[in-house]
T-cell receptor, first 116, second 117 residues
């Protein structure tokens, strides 16, 4: 079972370049998320999509855009990359985000982005 | 403010020894608490979930405890192995969705455990 698949796994960008991180899940989950992980900061939510057709900002949305393409796919776009966006990005999915949520997220392997 | 604090930040132990990781939270209203294990270069994977009514739960050599009164949880690892070297992340779920700033999940910053031979 593939679970959550992210591409690319590694990327080096120059300041000002744009790129899109792709994420797909095959578990029929309703909710999907993008996190970034930096040393000493833990995982921080960038954007999430509670269900197909909806997206919402997380804790650190500035400089990013997202698209919930369909139930399986959720992409993260950096329009003009900055060195502060150097990080490891994780896509995750869950059964359903709602009032009573078990909290189990299924994560991808991560995408390591360096902005020079 | 809803917060999750983990201690220690890092820990080095010898193979075969036991250790305990701590998680204190101020999240309210509390729904559940989950421990994740994150191997180096991988995504986090859930180890166990603790709900309000549960005090102790074991998953092999991992035992999680929850004291909902003091808002504390611990993860105890028995007879550590080299493969236990990882970061352990405590995540608390609130019952209500807090308007989208964090969804309803509050993450700790993790404890990095190194098990040495």
């Amino acid at each position: 079972n593939a679970g959550v698949t992210q591409t690319p796994k590694f990327q080096v960008l120059k300041t000002g370049q744009s790129m899109t991180l792709q994420c797909a899940q095959d578990m029929n989950h309703n909710s999907m998320y993008w996190y970034r992980q930096d040393p000493g900061m833990g995982l921080r939510l960038i954007y999430y999509s509670a269900s197909e057709g909806t997206t919402d900002k997380g804790e650190v949305p500035n400089g990013y855009n997202v698209s919930r393409l369909n139930k399986r796919e959720f992409s993260l776009r950096l329009e003009s990359a900055a060195p502060s966006q150097t990080s490891v990005y994780f896509c995750a999915s869950s059964v359903k985000l709602g009032q009573v949520f078990t909290g189990e997220l299924f994560f991808g392997e991560g995408s390591r982005l360096t902005v020079l | 403010k809803n917060q999750v604090e983990q201690s220690p930040q890092s820990l080095i132990i010898l193979e075969g020894k036991n250790c305990t990781l701590q998680c204190n939270y101020t999240v309210s209203p509390f729904s559940n608490l989950r421990w994740y294990k994150q191997d180096t270069g991988r995504g986090p994977v859930s180890l166990t979930i603790m709900t309000f009514s549960e005090n102790t739960k074991s998953n092999g050599r991992y035992t999680a405890t929850l004291d909902a009164d003091t808002k504390q949880s611990s993860l105890h690892i028995t007879a550590s192995q080299l493969s236990d070297s990882a970061s352990y992340i405590c995540v608390v779920s609130a019952i209500r969705n807090y308007g989208g700033s964090q969804g309803n999940l509050i993450f700790g910053k993790g404890t990095k455990l190194s098990v040495k031979p």
